[in-house]
């Protein structure tokens, strides 16, 4: 019994090993059964393709796949694809970076300096608001007196100093608009606006108004210039990563010897006829025999080259 078990012990693991090996191949062969008959399968679409195509017309927008073109361009987009991934990497340690800096603007956020200057800036928006809601009653009342005033005595009027002045500001207004000069025709009319008493509508005009009711506005303590300067950093990171990531599509037409125009009409057709979704589509089967033969013999390269170009 013993001699026979040890025989036994020493045959099994043999067994064991050609059972295990004839699953794989079998595996295996269905495996390439599938892949030829889906290379048979395609080159059938291949040949209908072919017999369905639309002969293009080449143009300064459409410009013909040659050989020659396609060798820059698939190049061009390796290269391209090998950027966007570097890129990707460098997304994630920039969006590291910016989530930090988030987390610090937190940190100075919830100070008590932050949350007392918050509402001090609150109070003294406020009393600013009332001030120059006074401030343009008073403006307006002032400019119906002088319209009325000159409705009542238009010939002495034109003696008055200030009518002289804003008569010379209405002309200087006119030139500047038919000069289309906006940075003189502003400056006028902010002269205008000061010669009839109405505050600007800048802040540091409205600022200067509200002194003697308000007092001067508050002053930012360390918590919020460092908050903003951390908030305004978090931004700057974060169009930086989005800006990593955010391309689509081919490459620019310099790196290939041809318009921007050119190039990317050059990606949306081996794109489309790559993808295949709509094969209704008309860019789908728009093509010359030579063209279509090209990328059906590069087919796998095309594929490895554009794929995620979307």
């Known amino acids: 019994m013993c001699r026979q078990y040890h025989r036994l012990s020493l045959l099994l693991p043999a067994a064991l090993l050609t ?3 004839a699953a794989p191949a079998h595996a295996q062969l269905g495996g390439l059964r599938r892949a030829v008959e889906r290379r048979v399968e395609q080159k059938a679409e291949d040949r209908a393709g072919a017999a369905n195509l639309i ?3 080449f143009d300064a927008t459409t410009i013909e796949i040659t050989a020659e073109r396609l060798d820059r361009y698939t190049a061009a987009m390796e290269k391209l694809k090998a950027q966007r991934s570097a890129n990707r990497a460098r997304y994630e340690l920039v969006m590291a970076t910016q ?6 603007v937190r940190i100075f956020e919830g100070q008590p300096a932050y949350d007392a200057y918050r509402k001090a800036t609150d109070r003294y928006g406020d009393c600013r608001s009332e001030v120059r809601r006074a401030s343009e009653a008073e403006s307006e009342r002032r400019m119906a007196e002088f319209t009325a005033r000159m409705q009542r005595d238009p010939v002495g009027m ?3 100093p200030k009518v002289k002045e804003i008569v010379g500001i209405m002309q200087t207004m006119a030139t500047a608009q038919q000069r289309g000069d906006t940075a003189a025709l502003a400056r006028a009319q902010q002269r205008y606006l000061t010669v009839m008493g109405v505050p600007g509508d800048d802040s540091t005009s409205l600022d200067r108004v509200a002194v003697p009711k308000c007092g001067a506005r508050p002053a930012k303590p ?12 978090a931004d700057s ?13 081919g490459v620019k037409g310099s790196e290939v010897g041809m318009t921007d125009v050119q190039a990317r009409m050059f990606w949306e057709r081996i794109q489309s006829w790559l993808n295949g979704v709509q094969q209704a589509a008309v860019i ?6 030579a063209e279509y033969g090209l990328l059906v013999a590069r087919r796998d390269s095309l594929r490895r080259a554009f794929s995620g170009s979307e």
């Open 99 to 104: 989530s930090a800096t988030a987390d610090s």
């Open 158 to 160: 034109q003696n008055d």
């Open 284 to 289: 789908t089967r728009t093509f010359t025999q």
């Open 222 to 233: 360390t918590a919020v210039l460092r908050a903003e300067a951390l908030g305004a950093r």
């Open 19 to 21: 059972v295990m090996a």
């Open 55 to 57: 002969p293009p017309t």
């Open 237 to 249: 990171l974060r169009k930086s990563a989005d800006a990593l990531v955010s391309t689509s599509g």
